[in-house]
C-alpha cells in the first residue's frame, strides 16, 4: 500500500487503513479501500458514483494542533500570523474582508476590533506573555493608543497589571488607569462617586465585606439616633406633624393650595429643628464624601495583596488565574442582600420607637 493511504478511510467500511493490510484501488475512480471490502459487493464501494466522472480524492486532515496551545492562544496566533502575513490568508486578487467573526458567538466584527461587540470576548489575551485559562472570561484591558492604556506587564506597587485585570474583572479599565497613578505617579487624591453615593453597599459589592459593615453600620446608627430624638424631643415632634399636615397637604394641591403654602411650614419646622433634621443630612452627605475619598487607595491596596498572596500560593498558572477570578470581581448578590437586610432594620428601628 503507498504510504499516502495511510490512516485514510476505507469508503467500505469506514476504518482506517493501516500498513501492510490487503489493499486494493480501483481502477475506475482510484479510491483504495479494504480486499475484504471490495470482495463483500465484488465491486468498487464508490461504484454508485462512477456515473458522474467520479474520481477519487484523499479527504483533508484537521490541522494538528500546537503543542501546549490554548484556544484562546490559538487564536491569538492565527491573528498575529494573519497580520505579519495577510496573502497568505486571503485568495489573489480579492479584497480583504472589512469584518470577522468572534470565535466565541459568531458574531460580526469590524477589522481592528479587540473586544467582540456581542459577547465580549477577548481577541487579545491580557497576560500574552503566559498561558490563557481555556474557558477563563479574560478581561480587556484597552489597547495602545488609548490615554488610559496600562500594559499587561506592569508592575503596579506588587502586582502585574494583567493580574489586577483578572482580579477587578468589572470596568477594569478606569480602574487600572487610577492604580497606575497611584502607584507610578504618585498621584494621592482620588474620587470614586459611586462609593459616595451607596457607601457600604459598593464595599460589599467590590467584596471588601468588612469595610462595607462598618458604612452600614455607622449609617444604620445615623438613622437610629435622628429616629430616637425625633420621638423624644419637642422640635423633632413638631417636624413629624409638620411633615404629616405636608402630605396630606399636597394630596389637596389640586384643589388650589400653592407650593409655597406647603412647603413652607414644613421648611420652617426643619430649620426650627436643625439639630435632628439637617445635622443628621449633613453628617450623611460627610459619610458618603469619606467613603468616596477612600474607596479608590483601599481597593488597590486589597488587590496588590490579594493578587500577590494568590502569586504566592499557587504555582500553577491556571490555578492562580482560577483563584483570582474567584476571589476578586463583584458580589452584587451580596449587595443585595445587604441592602434587604438594612431596610428591614430601618423599618424595625422606626416601628420601635413609633410604638
Known sequence: MPLSYENLPCPGCGEALAAGEDIVTCPDCGAPQHRECWLKDDRCALSERHGESFVWQPPALPEPERAGETPLQAHINRWEEQASCPSAFQPEGQEAQPYFFCPNCGRKNQNGSMQCENCGYLFFAPTPNRPAVPGVPQVWISGPGDPMYVKPEQDLGGALAGDLALFIQRYARTYLYKFKQMALEGKRLFFNLAACVFRGYWFIFRKMYSLGLIFLLLTLALNALQTFLMTVTEAGRHYLAVYAQTQQAAQSAAEGVTVGEIFGPLLAAMLDSWYVTLSFTAAHIALGLAAGFIADR??????????????????????????????????????????????????????????
Do not use: T
Open 298 to 355: 483601599l481597593y488597590y491596596k486589597r488587590a496588590v495583596q490579594a493578587v500577590g498572596a494568590l502569586r504566592r500560593l499557587k504555582r500553577d498558572e491556571a490555578d492562580f488565574q482560577f483563584a483570582v477570578l474567584r476571589e476578586g470581581g463583584v458580589s452584587v448578590l451580596h449587595a443585595v442582600i445587604a441592602f434587604m437586610l438594612m431596610y428591614l432594620m430601618r423599618y424595625f428601628i422606626a416601628r420601635m420607637f413609633a410604638g
